[in-house]
């Protein structure tokens, strides 16, 4: 298995990329890596990370970066030699079975899908983190890379994120709920109606409606809601836990004996915001591209560069790719 | 000032309805009640809430209820003999000033929409609740009324929503963000796309756009989106704190240790419960109505209708109606 990984995607690359592919090589004996970007560079880091002597890595080399303040469309057709074009294009190449970059968000949705390419009959392809709950965690796609999205594209969102939890997680029949403001069938925007009459008919564990409340209940493997809205939901969650444990702590420090309480507890809340991390769960897949495509965090540190390598380990053995075409292909044939 | 009150609205109705207007009798002797119901037994609770010798209190019989279960549309045409109806009626006749009921939001929505009618160039009524967060509260429109929203629907919902705030909260110049899934202007859906280019140029305190993660910030008094996105956005933080207690329950009572420590800062949790809590804001407004008109939960205990009541008295005395009227009129004219 050959997995390419841009190099000097991210706020901490290459230290942190280089890093955890060095945790990967311990962990794994039949992984192989491409990492794109400065040679020079990459080579000090090897050494440093005490993998200079690998024949399971190789190194192409990129002159450039791509960064997150550029135009992602005007950077993937001129910057060439970026380490995130490069990549992408052996991935283009069959040269290696799946990519990881903790690059720019834009510019990745938009170079796999130039360059690599959509898997045939895809109409968009769809980022779709997993997100923990308080019981199972839950894929939810899309996830901002379609503001506007048609039925269609919804119904092939299900598809393509049942065969992701069905691949990489291992849930046997992903339960698919439609994100909808009310619980019955006759609720709901146009969108959701018609993609709710399109999903009955669709070979998915379509379990119905999943209202705001019943995002996190841990009922549903698999959200499917446009990118405009699955946008929201993922940084609403991130921005009201904040807020939740800003008061906490505000209330937690209000007196002497609460003060000891939160101490004593302390361990209990490390746990909470470790359980509610979605980094643990590696990057966000970009489901309906012609190869495996796992969109790391900026923020990534070497552990969390592991866990995108664990996943992306899982899509190729999970066979994702394969059973999204042949998902959609079904469809196609209907 | 006079408030007409559905007293067969919610889980509770007519007990805590009457219970809550006992409440407000004795902390305001500026106030009028209309009480719409059976009237025999809203008789019988002003005896037991030892206000049936009030003359500022006005029982209008009706003898039918509508439920939550029924069609709201349908419900309204046929049940011209129940409580919501007739204190519908008695709003449009201009008997009173303001409207509360905690029954059904369909039947609420429907029937001041047909009876009480909209304020002249209003396009949409907006379901608008103040919601809290560890600052200050802000103002979420809409939150379920219009599932599809045009971009000039948006722009009369962040007029609304400002005269909301200016007249019931004393915010002097709210701060509107309209929800979006990116901060830069061009980024987004269509439907925000159009509606941030036009709250550029209208007369409001636009902000610009607010992602996911800004909702719950505290940075914004007015937080404009589509009824469909608003829904999910209310529901979800509702869902989302569950899981969240539900997994620091699990965490906190996980070794003799932490249980202590729970124990110990048990009474900051409950502040934390009860901050979050957007019932203590009373109702929900519906604007754009030609009158004011608040949604009480369903699930309203005394105190709650005693909430809603003052919301009421400062709805009217902020003049809201008044300031929404010459806000739309100010951008029919342009």
């Known amino acids: 298995m050959k997995i390419v990984i841009d190099a000097y995607g991210g706020d901490n690359a290459p230290r942190a990329v280089i890093e955890g592919t060095a945790l990967a090589l311990n962990e794994w004996n039949d992984m192989e890596f491409i990492l794109t970007g400065r040679e020079a560079e990459i080579r000090a880091e090897l050494e440093r990370a005490g993998i200079a002597d690998s024949d399971r890595i190789e190194i192409v080399n990129a002159d450039s970066v791509i960064t997150c303040e550029e135009q992602p469309t005007v950077a993937i057709k001129q910057k060439k030699d970026s380490s995130l074009v490069i990549a992408l294009n052996i991935m283009a190449e069959k040269k290696a079975d799946c990519f990881i970059s903790g690059g720019s968000t834009g510019a990745v949705l938009t170079g796999a899908t130039l360059i690599v390419r959509r898997i045939p009959g895809v109409k968009r392809p769809a980022l779709a983190p997993v997100i923990p709950t308080a019981d199972a965690p839950f894929l939810l796609i899309d996830c901002g890379a379609n503001a506007d999205c048609k039925p269609e ?182």
Do not use: W
């Open 153 to 334: 594209y919804l119904q092939q969102f299900a598809i393509m994120g049942s065969a992701y939890m069905q691949g990489v997680m291992g849930v046997e029949s992903p339960r698919v709920g439609l994100v909808n403001n009310g619980a019955e069938e006759s609720k709901g925007s146009e969108l959701a109606k018609a993609a709710h009459a399109l999903l009955k008919e669709t070979n998915v564990n379509f379990k119905g409606n999943c209202e705001g409340r019943d995002i996190f209940s841990g009922d549903f493997d698999v959200v499917v809601t446009d990118g405009f809205t699955g946008n929201i939901i993922l940084k609403e969650a991130e921005g009201f836990s904040s807020a939740l444990f800003k008061i906490m702590k505000r209330e937690l420090t209000s007196s002497f004996i609460t003060k000891i309480g939160a101490a004593i507890a302390k361990p209990a809340f490390k746990s909470v915001k470790k359980i509610m991390d979605y980094k643990e769960y590696g990057g966000a897949p970009l489901l309906g591209i012609n190869g495996g495509i796992i969109k790391a965090h900026g923020s990534s540190d070497s552990k969390a560069f592991l866990s995108a390598i664990r996943q992306a380990r899982k899509y190729v053995l999970g066979g994702v790719t394969e059973k999204i075409a042949s998902g959609i292909a079904q469809i196609e044939a209907q």
